[in-house]
């Protein structure tokens, strides 16, 4: 059988674009496949940037959190090469983005599903490449200190998010990075 070295949270996520051509009978060639891994990866960036905006509206007007979300999309790697290929750093991007905006939003809208959709976030970018876990310790310590009740949550949930990735790993590369360990 064949198994991706590569980490396959991006193609378990982006699985409901793909469907598309499928619904409208559209013949699967590798034109196609080319224009969707462009499409794919430019929506995973243009939500990125969406969600560095909604994350500034918390903290600042609607102006500067138009710059400043200009400012990720195009004075970074993110439009210039994030959107162009489905690379694992372009959901690495998307899903901090989003772990930016729960963590800014909970602060003045508590929730426990917004630590469960963290926790759900946080599982996914250990898995999408593991070289950026460490990005994760703020996170972790946000959780930890500020809201020690919820921390059950947060492990339960990241762990469900993150265990058939894990079980993938485990079972066809009998180690917890799965192939992501041969290239890293």
Known sequence: ??????????????????????????????????????????????????????????????KTALVSALVFAFATSTWSISS??????????????????????????QSIMTIVFLAICSGLFVFNRPSDSLLLLPVIGYVLWYHREKIGYYFVSGLLSAMPFLLYNVMLFNNFFGGYSKIA
Do not use: K
């Open 84 to 109: 162009q290929q489905l690379y694992a750093h372009g959901m690495s991007e998307l899903l901090l983005a989003v772990m930016i905006f729960l963590v800014i939003r909970n602060e003045s809208d």
């Open 1 to 62: 059988h064949y198994a991706s070295l590569f980490p396959i949270i991006t193609p378990v996520l982006i699985i409901p674009l793909y469907t598309i051509p499928v619904l409208f009978n559209i013949p699967n060639t590798d034109l196609l496949h080319l224009v969707m891994s462009h499409i794919a990866s430019a929506l995973i960036a243009a939500f990125s940037v969406v969600f560095i905006y909604l994350a500034c509206r918390y903290i600042s007007g609607r």
